[in-house]
């Protein structure tokens, strides 16, 4: 939901203030959250990690906001997730389980989140280029949001993240009840077993207000937050309207998470809130809402017929709101040096290149579904030339099914090339 459009100066005359990525949850969706930031790195020219300060994630948001973090190349992460689908939601035993209302087994997943983010302390790892944190529920006798952070947070005294390895927070954020188990982990100083679920049900599947207020509590004295992007991977179904565990749906989850959706956390209504905090709090903040329309997909949705479906729908989702992607680009390249190529640090995973983003030592431009491509500023990714379109919407207006809002500043953008 828009706030309308805000008086605000050019981006290029102030100085270079915060800007902030929100990443929400959406289970296998996060395959649309990762087709957004390969747009947007095409758009900007340059890796997700040279664009944003800080990065907050929820669930499959929190799984990437990781990624991110440490450079891992956008093609590693869709094929991480082309194996989720099929080693942990395609698998007859997760089926049989789901159908039975069972949580499945997550050792597959928790292998692949060791693999892909790695055996690395959240705090002072080596090769973290971004800040983030995660959102996840801690449950003891009330359910209670707990961030986790790759980072120590300045007014938070005594900070017990430094204790959490990159894995384990993103198996704390994604667990969500009916299709996982709870995520156990020993508190360091007692060893008493500690219980967390999937983020989402603390109320925060869009964790943008989170991000906000930690932003204003990052900023220096005088510094601004000039982006707040909050890309969404469609609307959670409600109760019925995600399909059973046979068409990739989950009974249980769909319960719980429509349950939780109608009586804590509406996305929107999220967004609404935030843009009433950055009206009062940062009036000159850009604050851009990007979802596609995939909500009709399942969060365990594993069939390739069907990821193929979601991808043709973002994907022309983007075409359309191609020139809004030009400005959020154009906003988040302000005062930031012209220095391009591979990150600094290498992400060490065997079978990825980190300067073309290959996946398995090959390059992929034609985009060939369940493989990975695109990863880097410098791979073009697998979507097509985009046409130029007239307009991009604006302060609530909607776009491409899905939906594009952007308030606050109003930036004086360049040219932009096709």
């Known amino acids: 939901a828009g706030a309308g459009v805000l008086p605000t100066p050019a981006l290029a005359s102030v100085q270079r203030g915060l800007r902030l990525l929100s990443l929400e949850g959406g289970g296998i969706k996060g395959l649309a959250l990762v087709w957004q930031l390969r747009a947007l790195e095409r758009a900007a020219g340059r890796p997700i990690h040279e664009l944003f300060d800080l990065i907050g994630g929820v669930s499959t948001g929190g799984i990437i906001a990781l990624g991110l973090s440490r450079g891992v190349p956008l093609a590693a992460l869709e094929q991480m997730y082309y194996e989720i689908g099929a080693r942990v939601f395609g698998t007859q035993s997760t089926v049989r389980q789901l159908l039975k209302g069972n949580a499945a087994d997550n050792t597959a997943i928790e292998e692949l989140l060791v693999q892909y983010l790695g055996d690395l302390p959240m705090i002072d790892a080596p090769g973290q280029l971004v800040k983030c944190f995660v959102v996840t529920t801690q449950q003891s006798e009330r359910l209670e949001v707990r961030l986790i952070r790759t980072y120590k947070h300045p007014n938070k005294g005594r900070d017990q993240n430094e204790k959490w390895l990159q894995w384990e927070a993103g198996m704390a954020t994604s667990s969500a009840p009916t299709v996982f188990p709870p995520f156990l982990r020993a508190n360091p100083?007692?060893?008493?077993?500690?219980?967390?679920i999937d983020g989402a049900l603390s109320g925060y599947n869009n964790p943008s207000s989170l991000l906000l207020n930690e932003g204003l509590d990052l900023a220096r004295?005088?510094?601004?937050?000039?982006?707040?992007?909050?890309?969404?991977?469609?609307?959670?179904p409600n109760g019925g309207g995600g399909g059973s565990p046979q068409n990739g749906g989950g009974t249980g989850l769909v319960y719980w998470l429509g349950q939780v959706v109608n009586l804590a956390f509406d996305v929107q209504l999220q967004e609404a809130h935030v843009a009433s905090l950055i009206q009062r709090f940062s009036p000159q903040t850009m604050h851009v809402r990007l979802n596609p329309p995939t909500g009709g997909y399942g969060l365990t949705e594993h069939r390739p017929?069907?990821?193929?479906?979601?991808?043709?729908?973002?994907?022309?989702?983007?075409?359309?709101?191609?020139?809004?992607f030009a400005e959020i680009a154009a906003a988040l390249t302000t005062h930031i040096p012209h220095v391009r190529?591979?990150?600094?640090?290498?992400?060490?995973?065997?079978g990825v290149d980190r300067v073309t983003g290959s996946v398995n030592g090959s390059v992929s431009s034609g985009g060939s579904r369940g493989s990975a491509s695109g990863g880097g500023a410098s791979v073009s990714p697998s979507f097509p030339s985009f046409p130029a379109f007239?307009?991009?919407?604006?302060?609530?207006?909607?776009?491409?099914?899905?939906?594009?809002t952007i308030a606050g500043a109003s930036p004086s953008f360049p040219s932009f090339p096709a």
């Open 189 to 196: 100083g007692s060893g008493v077993k500690q219980v967390f």
């Open 305 to 324: 017929d069907m990821l193929a479906k979601m991808e043709d729908e973002t994907r022309q989702y983007l075409a359309e709101n191609r020139m809004c």
């Open 221 to 236: 004295e005088g510094q601004q937050i000039d982006v707040l992007l909050s890309l969404g991977c469609g609307e959670v």
């Open 390 to 404: 007239p307009k991009s919407t604006k302060s609530g207006e909607t776009g491409g099914g899905g939906g594009v």
């Open 341 to 350: 190529g591979a990150p600094s640090t290498p992400w060490d995973h065997p």
